[in-house]
């Protein structure tokens, strides 16, 4: 997308109208200042390694630079405008993100598109190795995601609240949790315990949420269990962490739970079949897991969308989930206006934006509103006519 295109002047005008109306009401990470801020322009490659002093410089600078793409750093450093190696790391918060190209939801098959970026040219389905019309390789994956998708992503987000809360014992004031504006969710935690913890604890953390590393033998599920290994190990009714989830998966599967005492739950589990028990266990892993991506945990010097600010392939907003449970993402982050405005779209999926449904449509011009134009055009499937 070029700057003098119709689509970029377009995209840009609306992104001013936001931050015009909304820049002054936005609210920014505590300690702004030890952050580092970075942005994309809509003209040019990202700028990096800035700092603003207090939150109305930042939102100044947000009125008058109208940027594309704006990010802030998880963690916090005595220089934040230095070089990386310069900064002076003080701590970061513990971070989370979600997002539906992990989760690898069944419906990705329906919705699944490529570009080829020497002739523009779209697909459906899985990307080739070739473009099918210019025959170069260069093609990219199309990111999509529908309310199937997001749905998925909210679930893990639960899942992750509650791993954090009930096994780590993080208060939930401590952690905020904020839709991305395009794909899933970020989670943060802003707890002295957590700030100033090293890249490997953070990586022993998201493997504990993610349910890798638990060893199944630990609940004496081999096949050379006996009846006292189980008694020993094998959690009580209600147990916490993964051992209680497993043990009360395996109990409740089983149909043990009104069997009393302990001992004759015990007694029945160590006549199931090792590959039954397996199975169960395995399966409580799956149910019970979140699905976060790894790296962004253990990234100490990790950079996130900054909250308020708009999502350059969507128009939609980063914004805080004051109550997960009745977030909707297909109209709660939706701020840009909903003038109609005519596009020619090519190849795309049914889009489902507050409450409506459009397309999918295949070499369509259209005249939709501008919050919906503006995601198909920054995905890549529309064009302002």
Wanted: hydrophobic content about 35%; overall charge positive; charged content about 25%.
């Amino acid at each position: 997308m070029q700057i003098g295109d119709k689509s970029t002047i377009f995209m840009k005008e609306q992104f001013k109208k936001y931050y015009d109306k909304s820049a002054g009401s936005l609210n920014f990470p505590e300690r702004l200042s030890e952050r580092e801020i970075g942005y994309i322009p809509f003209q040019g490659s990202m700028t990096r390694h800035l700092s603003f002093g207090t939150p109305s410089e930042l939102r100044t600078f947000l009125i008058r630079e109208v940027p594309r793409s704006v990010h802030y750093s998880s963690g916090y450093y005595s220089a934040p405008t230095l070089p990386m190696a310069q900064k002076g790391w003080k701590g970061a918060d513990l971070i989370f993100d979600i997002d539906t190209d992990d989760l690898h939801t069944p419906c990705q098959a329906e919705h699944s598109r490529w570009i080829c970026t020497a002739c523009s040219s779209i697909g459906v389905g899985k990307r080739p190795t070739q473009c099918s019309k210019c025959k170069q390789p260069r093609l990219k994956a199309i990111k999509w995601s529908c309310p199937k998708c997001l749905d998925s992503a909210k679930g893990d987000t639960v899942k992750l609240l509650d791993i954090l809360c009930d096994d780590f014992g993080i208060p939930r004031n401590e952690i905020e949790v904020f839709f991305s504006g395009s794909r899933g969710y970020h989670v943060s935690v802003y707890s002295k315990k957590y700030e100033s913890i090293d890249q490997m604890a953070r990586s022993d953390i998201a493997d504990y949420v993610s349910g890798k590393g638990f060893l199944l033998g630990a609940l004496s599920l081999s096949s050379k269990r006996r009846y006292n290994d189980l008694l020993r190990s094998f959690p009580e009714a209600n147990g916490e962490g993964w051992k209680g989830r497993i043990g009360n998966h395996i109990v409740n599967k089983l149909d043990l739970g009104a069997i009393e005492p302990m001992e004759q739950v015990i007694s029945q589990i160590s006549k199931t079949k090792t590959t039954t028990l397996r199975h169960l266990a395995e399966d409580a892993l799956s149910l019970f897991s979140a699905r976060i991506d790894p790296t962004v945990t253990s990234d100490v010097h990790r950079i996130l969308r900054l909250q308020g600010t708009l999502h350059n392939e969507t128009g939609m907003m980063k914004k805080k989930c004051v109550d997960l449970d009745t977030f909707d993402p297909t109209t709660d982050p939706v701020v840009i206006g909903d003038e109609p405005v005519k596009v020619i779209v090519d190849k795309s999926p049914p889009l489902s934006m507050m409450e409506k449904i459009f397309g999918p449509y295949s070499s369509e011009t259209v005249e939709i509103p501008s919050f919906a134009a503006i995601l198909l055009i920054g995905k890549g499937f529309a064009k302002v006519v």
